[in-house]
């Protein structure tokens, strides 16, 4: 075995080990690399290239695989996987792009192990559409290719076309060729589009093969039952998986927390500590600080944060932003500043979470300022953001403010603005007053009114029966509200009015 020339040598980084099995130090990593390539030897490039991918190092690895082209090696079809793989990790397209047109120039674009990459590679560089074409390209299609697809489509939010394209597989291939892999995939698909049906469907079949004690499936299963309103059913599926892991309890407290049940998550945290057999981590927090945001249960959110700072994890992102949404939600804005402010990592949520907690408690100047320190930081302002601001303007009745701002959503930020913007600028014009001005905002609205529009209108009609009988032809008319619901919200309503006026 001859040295590689230094000229030929990849820059590595000497941060990494050169693989995962290898002892060798940070310092002789690239001599290591130096000795252990032949350079006229595919193999032995494939070799180190795979090492390089499966640790970590994409970059490194990407320079390998130019490095071989450049001593005029023909890569096989052991070369371009892990090539492919690296660019992948990288969401590097145009490399992905070179290296596709390689694989085309000497024929490997149809191999099986080829194909998969490809398919994976685009996936994961959001194109889902040359994913397909990749795909539909391969005359012969194994397992492995049919649920590399499926997980591109999962990954980039197209579950319906993952489950269309499931079914098309299980038509081609059997249900024998269901793997953990291919059953967790639809599971995900299922969850997203709230498919009953299908995720009973999915069920039966890991059933049928053998898959449904798998963890993975366990807890994607679960996920996809209580999604789709089966709460209860996926409790039992929690309930019934001979092993759990970390993954299982938390995402089955947080989907407890999610819906409101704060006790079934609080309850479940708890034997998680007493019984559970695994630690919990930054996920299992949040989840829990969620269920006590939601029931106002300060004193336990108290404990949880106090165990937070004990194991190190008030500096995480999400923790963080977890405390501050508890305390706000609980009613104590000043300590959900001060652990705001102890936030050394802030992303957009958890501005929005400070912004909002202001906002619910008529703090709307502290809102604002919150708001304004958010963009001297650089950070952008999503559509979350401006439902905070929002709802702040107009709990602290700052019309001119939450007009501006409604306004620049579209014209600085280019958001346009959803029901949830426009309830809450109708809500705040209907408060100050403004009537004709809020009603001329719902009729220009691009998009169709909810009843929580409609809704913060006729709030604002309080007491004007002539008005209110005109908003009832209006919304009647236009199908928002069935007469029950009507009637029942004209009346608490009207009864809040006269209840201002002491007539009641």
Same mark, same amino acid.
């Given at each position: 075995m001859r040295f590689l020339p230094a000229n030929l040598i990849p820059t590595l980084s000497l941060s990494k080990t050169f693989s995962s099995s290898s002892s060798i130090a940070p310092t002789s990593l690239a001599a290591h690399f130096a000795r252990a390539v032949e350079p006229s030897s595919v193999a032995s490039w494939n070799s180190a290239i795979a090492d390089l991918a499966r640790a970590g190092d994409s970059a490194e690895a990407l320079a390998a695989f130019a490095s071989m082209r450049r001593l005029r090696l023909r890569p096989d079809r052991s070369s371009f996987p892990c090539a492919l793989?690296? /660019? !992948?990790?990288?969401?590097s397209l145009r490399s992905g792009r070179q290296l596709h047109l390689l694989a085309f120039r000497f024929g490997l674009h149809p191999d099986l192990f080829v194909a998969s990459a490809l398919v994976d590679m685009y996936s994961k560089c959001r194109e889902p559409v040359d994913a397909r074409r990749a795909f539909d390209e391969t005359p012969h299609r194994n397992?492995?290719?049919?649920?590399?697809?499926?997980?591109?489509?999962?990954?980039?939010? /197209? !579950?319906r076309e993952a489950l269309s394209l499931f079914k098309e597989f299980l038509a081609k291939e059997g249900a024998l060729s269901l793997d953990t892999v291919a059953a967790v995939a639809a599971l995900s698909a299922c969850s997203r589009v709230l498919d009953r049906k299908a995720t009973r469907g999915v069920h039966g079949l890991a059933m049928k093969v053998g898959l449904e004690m798998d963890v993975g499936v366990g807890n994607t299963l679960m996920d996809a039952y209580a999604k789709g309103g089966d709460l209860d059913v996926g409790r039992k599926v929690f309930d019934g998986m001979d092993e759990r892991d970390v993954v299982s309890w938390n995402s089955m407290i947080a989907l407890y927390a999610q819906n409101g049940l704060s006790a079934e998550a609080l309850e479940l945290y708890c034997k998680m500590l007493s019984g559970g057999g695994v630690r919990n981590n930054a996920v299992t927090l949040s989840a829990v600080l969620l269920a006590c945001a939601h029931a106002g249960a300060l004193q336990i959110g108290k404990r949880i944060h106090n165990q937070v700072i004990r194991i190190g994890l008030e500096e995480d992102v999400y923790v963080g932003t977890s405390v501050v949404d508890m305390y706000c939600k609980c009613g104590r804005v000043d300590i959900a500043r001060k652990a705001f402010n102890r936030m050394r990592a802030r992303n957009i949520l958890s501005w929005s979470a400070m912004v909002a907690g202001y906002g619910m408690h008529g703090h709307g100047r502290e809102a604002l300022e919150v708001f304004y320190e958010m963009r001297r930081s650089g950070v952008?302002?999503?559509?979350?953001?401006f439902v905070s601001v929002l709802a702040a303007c107009s709990h602290a009745g700052l019309v001119d403010d939450g007009r501006h701002w409604f306004h620049a959503m579209k014209k600085e930020f280019g958001i346009d603005p959803g029901v949830e913007h426009y309830g809450c600028i109708v809500d705040l014009l209907g408060r100050a007053g403004c009537l004709d001005e809020a009603y001329g905002l719902i009729k220009e609205m691009t998009i169709k009114p909810d009843f929580v529009v409609w809704g913060a209108l006729l709030s604002a009609y309080t007491g004007r029966w002539d008005d209110?009988?005109?908003m009832r032809v209006l919304m009647k008319n236009r199908g928002l509200l069935g007469m029950l619901m009507w009637k029942s919200l004209v009346y608490s309503n009207l009864r809040l009015g006269l209840v201002r006026n002491g007539k009641i």
């Open positions: 793989k690296s /660019a !992948a990790a990288l969401s397992a492995v290719l049919w649920t590399a697809m499926i997980v591109g489509y999962v990954w980039n939010d /197209a !579950a952008k302002p999503n559509h979350i953001t209110v009988q005109k």
